[in-house]
Structures are given as structure tokens and as C-alpha cells.
């Protein structure tokens, strides 16, 4: 990690690497051109309008959000072209509000169900641009979304409501692992199940052209088939599950939260002014602890409170001072994102900008 922390910083603050954040950006970008796959990269992971139009303006598509109210805030930054990764479920308010949406910007919209469909048909019949759909299928995470076969009830009911089924789509949670084999195995999972549910809709007559999966840890393990759209989130950032299961290495970290060490009551401990309600507290089942210091790699985050961290080192290892900075990378970077304001953009020690976090608690 190549953070420079400036002196005098106020902690807990969000820095942000802007050198390595473009390097991922653009390495994403390239490596999904290169291989013929559409990049539609999910802004939940930064929910910040410069990272967006950094990945827009390095090819990607269009963004993936995770919500409507998501989806609203990138609007008013000005993103014209958006899906919405989620079976959304649309009470009254959801439904106006989607309705306003489908009017200023193109929308794609998740469905995994036949009332979830006619609700949305019902939401956006003669909106001023046609909503597209896409179903969501389950590939082996067995979170959300229809079995493959499971699609054509699902499609026609989409048709029916007079909407446009375009595609279908997947998330493959479990291609988190320590090795590359459950990494290539969501992948060839996503392969088989999203080309055996298009198959399905197009036998049904409908004409689907997007085919989308991906996640940063399976991203890099696609073969050329079926699959033409990539949705990865975390590699802007990167965090200390990605770093666990191999999908970055340490000069891959774009974010880190930086703290201040408050209390040194041992030698071998000391306990920073960083808690969950920074961090989050996501505990990954890959990484030891509550998140990762560059500076001491071999130390773990043995307590987390709202407002603190305890750290312990192994014996023989020298910690820091009281009062002195140290960089954390979280666990899971999606959630310390949307607990915070802005994020600092620092380079060699000096503080270039603050970004706000544009679509910061946008959970509706």
C-alpha cells in the first residue's frame, strides 16, 4: 500500500490513493475490453460521482446500483445509464419514484418473480423511456434470484406486464474463497446457469442481448461464452478480504482508514480511535480480525467498539507510539464507504481534494 498519511490529519478519515484507484479503474477496464465483455461496474462500492465518472470515462457502460434511492443520487450527478442489481420490490413511494427515474435516465431494472414484474410494469407503463429488465438468476449463492428453468415463468410474466426482458443476470457470492478453484468454479457456475436461463427466455421468443455476472474475486476467471457483462465493485478499492483470497496484492489497496493511537496500555497492544462505526463490522471468515494494517502486517484488530480498536502484535514486534497515525484497510470496503461524508485524496503526504460520498446512506 503506498498511502502517505499526512501529519496533522483529523482521524478517523477515509484516504483514498488516487494513483493506485486509476490503476485499478483502468486495468479493469482493460483487461474486460480486451476480452470482449461490456463493463458495468457496481457504484455501490464507492457511491462517489468523480470514481463513477472515472470509470465511465474509462469505457465502462454504464453503472450498477444497488438501490433506487442509489440510483437517483448518480442521476443528479449527472449518470445517465444505469441498472438497478437488485429485485426490487415496489411499495406506492418506490413506484413513483422509479416512474420519475425511467423519465430522465436509461433503467434497467431486476426481476426474480411475476408479481415483482407486474408491480414494476404497472410503475412505468408510458414512462418517457422504455425500462428494461433483466431476471435475476441464482448461479450457487442461494441469496435472491429464480433457477435457471424457473426463468420462462418469470419472462413471460415480464412480457405480459409489457416490459422489454433484455437479459439476465447473477451474483456469484460463493467464488469467495482462499484459493482460485472456488473462484473458477462460481465462474464456470454463472457460465452455466445465466446461459441455460437465456436459452430458456429465448425459446420463449424473447430477444436477449445482455448476459451478466461477475464479481471482483470471479472477474478474472472468465472464459469466452455465453456471459458478455462484467459487474465488479470492490476492485476500485480492494479491501482485506480481496487481499486474503488473492484476488490484490498490498500495492492493489486504495483505501484505508486512517486513526490516531489513543491508549498503549501493554506492551503488544494498543487500541486506536477507529471503531464500527467507521469500519464496519463485517468479520470475514478469510481474514483474522477486524481489518489490515499495512504498517503491521502481523498484527490483528482483536476488539472492535463503536469507537475503538484493539490491536495486538506478536511478541518482539515494536508498535507505534501514542499519538502516532496508522492506516486500517477494512474488511468489507462497501460499508465504511456509506458511513462516511467524503474521502480524502492524498498523495505523497499532502491532502489533494475531498470527495464526497455522493450516495452516501442511500438505502432505499
Not at 163 to 191: Q, S
Request: charged share 20%; aromatic share 4%.
Amino acid at each position: 500500500m503506498t498511502i502517505s498519511l499526512p501529519r496533522g490529519l483529523a482521524t478517523p478519515a477515509l484516504v483514498v490513493d488516487p494513483d493506485v484507484l486509476d490503476r485499478n479503474i483502468s486495468r479493469m477496464a482493460e483487461a474486460s475490453r480486451s476480452q470482449g465483455f461490456a463493463l458495468r461496474p457496481h457504484a455501490k462500492s464507492h457511491k462517489c460521482a468523480q470514481i463513477a465518472d472515472r470509470q465511465l470515462r474509462a469505457g465502462a457502460r454504464g453503472l450498477s446500483v444497488a438501490t433506487i434511492s442509489e440510483a437517483e443520487a448518480f442521476a443528479r450527478s449527472g449518470v445517465d445509464d444505469m441498472f438497478i442489481a437488485f429485485p426490487v420490490w415496489l411499495d406506492a413511494d418506490k413506484a413513483r419514484r422509479l416512474r420519475r427515474l425511467a423519465d430522465e435516465v436509461a433503467l434497467r431494472v431486476g426481476v426474480e418473480s411475476v408479481e415483482g414484474a407486474r408491480r414494476l410494469g404497472d410503475a412505468v407503463r408510458d414512462s418517457a423511456r422504455p425500462v428494461e429488465v433483466l431476471i435475476e438468476v441464482d448461479s450457487g449463492n442461494h441469496r435472491t434470484g429464480v433457477l435457471p428453468h424457473a426463468a420462462a415463468e418469470v419472462g413471460k410474466a415480464v412480457a405480459d406486464a409489457g416490459l422489454d426482458v433484455v437479459g439476465v443476470f447473477t451474483f456469484p457470492g460463493h467464488g469467495y474463497g482462499h484459493d482460485a478453484r472456488a473462484r473458477e468454479r462460481a465462474a464456470r457456475d454463472e457460465e452455466h446457469a445465466l446461459g441455460e436461463a437465456a436459452q430458456v427466455l429465448r425459446d420463449l421468443g424473447l430477444d436477449v442481448q445482455v448476459v451478466s455476472g461477475g464479481s471482483t474475486p470471479t472477474v478474472g476467471q472468465w472464459q469466452p461464452g455465453p456471459v458478455n457483462e462484467l459487474r465488479p465493485g470492490v476492485y476500485v478499492f480492494n479491501d482485506a478480504t480481496q487481499l486474503a483470497i488473492g484476488t490484490c496484492g498490498v500495492e492493489d489497496l486504495a483505501l484505508a482508514a486512517a486513526a490516531t493511537v489513543i491508549s498503549v496500555p501493554a506492551p503488544g497492544r494498543f487500541v486506536l480511535d477507529v471503531g464500527s462505526k467507521v469500519l464496519g463490522s463485517d468479520r470475514s471468515p478469510w481474514v483474522t480480525g477486524h481489518g489490515y494494517m499495512p504498517r503491521f502486517p502481523q498484527g490483528t484488530i482483536t476488539g472492535l467498539w463503536e469507537h475503538h480498536a484493539v490491536v495486538r502484535l506478536p511478541d518482539g514486534v515494536q508498535g507505534p507510539r501514542l499519538g502516532s497515525v496508522v492506516a486500517v484497510v477494512p474488511n468489507h470496503v462497501c460499508t465504511p464507504v456509506n458511513l462516511a461524508d467524503g474521502l480524502l485524496v492524498v498523495r505523497d503526504g499532502e491532502v489533494l481534494d475531498r470527495w464526497p460520498v455522493s450516495a452516501r446512506g442511500t438505502n432505499t
